[in-house]
């Protein structure tokens, strides 16, 4: 199978890390594309941190000054142009590493997911394992003699601007894929067809992102699945980290940006004819209309981000 990874990083100097896990521990039973859309100084980036990891023929590169960005959604939706002819497309954060085999999982998970949804139309996402930087370095903060998968849900629905807050619970790794309420945006696979019938609304800064996948793709009858077992790893200090663009920003984009993100996406939302918002509330207990969650679709662990090997909240 050819598989497209696609990686937008803003200001991300564990981007090569993500890169390098993914090409080291890949099958090698696939052919694996990784196009990378950089957001950085010229003197930060990997054409001057590491030259030789874009210059790979696995890579399709480019870059520009992060001052230039305008978000995650359209910077994804920029990257999705590298795609040919791949089969899938696996969309990542940029600060993400591997077990070895990844994409074999991946494609196994996918093809039970098919089988259980007679169907094609089938994403497979979860949240991470976390690492940690040990000498510069990554390390995986992971008991592997107790594995684990996700089960997304919601921890809180903000009215104001109609979002629901998505958390990755952490469960036993399971024998079957579960069918899941939710869509991880960084760590995300599925069929490349996927981005030419649901694609990217460029206007979404960063909230909504998730939630407008989740909504587009139910509606327009794509089946969402977690894996059986996590196989990534997050950098668990991303919560506030030079990537997010309030971060030591370097404009004043930010504001404004957000905002018109919220607008549209309610002007999303406000399309959906109330039969739809409906159907996906009986499905996974979100109600959209009255911006409320049922206890199915509830979840309370939230726990200490920075306790060694839990879940990061950005996933």
Not at 144 to 159: H, Q
Not at 183 to 193: C, D, E, R
Not at 222 to 235: D, F, L
Request: glycine share 6%.
């Amino acid at each position: 199978m050819k598989i497209f990874v696609s990686i937008v990083s803003f200001r991300d100097p564990l981007l090569k890390y993500t890169i390098r896990s993914l090409l080291e521990e890949q099958s090698g039973d696939n052919k694996i594309t990784i196009g990378v859309f950089e957001q950085t100084k010229l003197e930060d980036s990997l054409v001057h941190v590491d030259k030789e990891l874009i210059e790979k023929p696995e890579v399709k590169y480019k870059r520009i000054d992060p001052e230039y960005a305008d978000g995650v959604v359209w910077a994804r939706k920029i990257n999705s142009a590298h795609i040919e002819d791949e089969d899938f497309i696996y969309q990542v954060d940029s600060h993400i590493v591997y077990d070895k085999d990844w994409d074999r999982f991946l494609l196994e998970d996918w093809e039970l997911a098919r089988q259980k949804a007679n169907n094609t139309r089938v994403i497979i996402t979860t949240g991470c394992y976390n690492f940690d930087l040990v000498d510069g370095e990554p390390r995986k903060l992971a008991d592997k003699t107790n594995p684990r998968t996700t089960s997304a849900k919601y921890f809180t629905f903000r009215k104001d601007n109609r979002f629901p807050a998505a958390h990755g619970e952490w469960i036993p790794k399971t024998d079957d894929v579960m069918p899941a309420i939710h869509i991880f945006a960084g760590n995300f696979f599925a069929p490349a067809k996927w981005v030419e019938e649901i694609g990217y609304d460029s206007r979404l800064f960063f909230e909504g992102e998730e939630n407008y996948m989740v909504l587009k793709s139910f509606i327009r009858g794509w089946s969402i699945y977690h894996a059986r077992e996590m196989h990534c790893y997050h950098y668990m200090g991303s919560g506030e980290y030079v990537t997010k663009h309030w971060v030591d920003p370097i404009t004043d984009k930010y504001g404004p940006l957000t905002h018109r993100g919220h607008k549209y996406w309610k002007k999303f939302l406000d399309s959906i004819p109330e039969e739809e918002l409906k159907s996906y509330h009986e499905y996974s207990g979100v109600d959209y209309i009255n911006c409320q969650l049922e206890e199915r679709a509830f979840t309370r662990q939230i726990i200490d981000l920075h306790a060694e090997g839990t879940p990061d909240s950005e996933e």
